[in-house]
């Protein structure tokens, strides 16, 4: 970790994420928890809102950020752009560093727009964009 003040620690792999999801927000979250537990990480806080809105932060150890990303992606997170980016980066700088880093801890904010197939449809489309 890289000390940045007055005693305050930081992540060095604290990345910021945006995606959208079909899936109702509660099974949602339920789905990602045990997805994320499973694959050894921690989910730090969770929440959603009546807009559909889904907050979750959660960390893992960077040696299992293929299986992480994996899971978030089979869940039915459509990741930004830049969240597809930087969980590339992240999974590449960790293999070509396995044994320096590996242990090291990542930590994901992540923010979904939940579109539930129910007022998708009712809506249009159930594929939308995100920056």
Do not use: K, N
């Not at 990345?15 to 899936?23: C, D, L, Y």
């Not at 990480?41 to 009546?50: E, H, I, M």
């Not at 293999?95 to 880093?101: D, G, K, L, N, T």
Request: proline residues 4%; negative net charge.
């Amino acid at each position: 970790m890289l000390e940045i003040g007055a005693g305050q620690m930081s992540v060095p792999w604290a990345m910021q994420m945006r995606a959208v999801s079909a899936e109702e927000p509660a099974r949602l979250i339920r789905t990602l928890t045990g997805a994320i537990l499973g694959c050894g990480g921690w989910v730090l806080s969770r929440s959603a809102s009546d807009t559909g809105a889904v907050t979750m932060l959660f960390e893992f150890e960077r040696a299992a950020c293929v299986d992480i990303y994996s899971v978030l992606i089979a869940a039915g997170l459509e990741l930004s752009r830049a969240g597809h980016i930087r969980f590339t980066e992240l999974c590449q700088c960790t293999r070509s560093h396995p044994w320096e880093c590996g242990t090291e801890i990542a930590s994901v904010d992540l923010e979904i727009q939940t579109f539930p197939v129910e007022s998708a449809q009712a809506g249009g489309s159930a594929s939308p964009t995100i920056a």
